[in-house]
Nanobody, 115 residues
Framework: QVQLVESGGGVVQPGGSLRLSCAASGSIFNFYAMGWYRQAPGEQRELVAIITSNDNTNIGDSVKGRFTISRDNVKTTVYLQMNSLKPEDTAVYYC?????????WGQGTQVTVSS
């Protein structure tokens, strides 16, 4: 069974940085993409960034130029480097893995940007 373990969330001041990690384990077949979505209170879940098996990336408009996504192929781990954080980046960040017909979500990690 595929599992996702997220880490790296926390509280940071505006302008600061955080790095999120998501490690996948288990039997993963036909890996397609892995990435991050976020959901703020009262809002819909939105794309932050994803990276595909051939290393193409899709970055959400609201974070372009500030966030970058990368992955470690050997460990099936993805990293989200978040710089120049703003209060509006505050949300629960969810890792997602797409492989074949599987779409697996992590449990979420809270990111709070506040002075």
């Amino acid at each position: 069974q595929v599992q996702l373990v997220e880490s790296g969330g926390g509280v940071v001041q505006p302008g600061g940085s955080l790095r999120l990690s998501c490690a996948a384990s288990g039997s993963i077949f036909n890996f397609y993409a892995m990435g991050w979505y976020r959901q703020a209170p009262g809002e819909q879940r939105e794309l932050v960034a994803i990276i595909t098996s051939n290393d193409n990336t899709n970055i959400g408009d609201s974070v372009k130029g500030r966030f970058t996504i990368s992955r470690d192929n050997v460990k099936t781990t993805v990293y989200l480097q978040m710089n120049s954080l703003k209060p509006e980046d505050t949300a629960v960040y969810y890792c997602n893995l797409q492989a074949g017909e599987l779409s697996k979500w992590g449990q979420g990690t809270q990111v709070t940007v506040s002075s």
